[in-house]
């Protein structure tokens, strides 16, 4: 690739690439809107990510127009750094999300989660005294459960209704547990159940309580961020091979601005 040819290749793909970066932030963006503020564990570092490459795009911008080696230098690498940081993070998040699945019960559109059936690495957190705390008293506070009762009117929406993980884990009882359905915030804890899950016992009424201290809540979260962590990791890959392609031209730029400097 010829001096002249590399440098306008690499301003331009780094004018393409700053659009990328805030596609990112708007990503970002998009993600911490649509999800509430106990689900939002992704966002921040997305936004980061998206501004960070904005400003390395305007590392190399500059050093592709000024013809700086030492510009591109530190562009390439911040740039190989970032690839790396983005490689390593995605097979990670792979690996992680790797296990857990829903399990389907008979009359139920919705499924009901298994906390053994994730990653050690979300047992560990989701089991972290301090960590369940906080997310706990996020999701008492963001009244999922109270909403319920107030768009399933009747025990046939419900078992109808396509219930999210976490509305399925934390808002009601396992159904192993054969609780009878007064209504879809409301069961009739008078039934002897003879199922041998402790959730049957952690489960109550109570708005603050409910099914928060359960396992197959802890499992409902599993599978949300596993949901969330697989959608970054996809996002991830599209990004990695888009920024390799970038590096690659910045490799030419900053040998061919080297043998402008080198020229007499």
């Known amino acids: 690739m010829g001096m002249g040819t590399s440098t306008f290749v690499i301003r331009w793909v780094n004018l393409l690439t700053m659009l990328l970066a805030v596609a990112v932030i708007i990503f970002g963006v998009w ?11 992704l966002t921040f570092p997305v936004i980061a990510l998206g501004g ?4 390395i795009s305007i590392i190399g911008f500059l050093g592709a127009c000024k013809r700086s080696v030492a510009l591109l230098w530190i562009y390439l690498v911040v740039l190989l750094i970032v690839l790396i940081a983005i490689l390593v993070f995605t097979v990670l998040a792979f690996i992680v999300t790797n296990n857990g699945s829903g399990h389907t019960n008979p009359g139920l559109r ?12 979300f047992l560990k957190q989701l089991n972290n005294t301090n960590n369940w705390k906080r997310l706990k008293s996020c999701l008492v506070k963001s009244e999922q459960c ?32 054969g609780y009878p ?13 003879i199922s041998s899950n402790k959730d ?4 109550k009424n109570l708005r603050t309580i409910k099914c928060y201290n359960c396992d197959s809540c802890k499992a409902g979260v599993a599978q949300y961020m596993k949901t969330e962590w697989r ?5 991830n890959v599209v990004l990695f091979v888009v920024l390799s392609m ?15 400097r080198s020229k007499p």
């Open 181 to 193: 359905v007064v209504n879809a915030s409301y069961y009739d804890l008078s039934f002897h159940s």
């Open 231 to 235: 959608l970054v990791a996809i996002f």
């Open 52 to 55: 960070f490459i904005f400003l």
């Open 31 to 41: 993600m911490s809107t649509h999800n509430d503020g106990c689900r939002r564990s």
């Open 200 to 203: 049957c016992k952690l489960y």
């Open 246 to 260: 970038v590096y690659f031209v910045g490799c030419c730029a900053r040998r061919n601005a080297a043998s402008y």
């Open 110 to 121: 919705y499924k009901e989660y298994k906390l053994n059936d994730y990653s050690s690495w």
């Open 146 to 177: 109270r909403k319920l009762s107030k768009r399933y009117k009747t025990i046939k929406q419900l078992k109808s209704a396509e219930l999210t993980p976490i509305e399925a884990g934390c808002c009601r009882p396992p159904s192993e547990c």
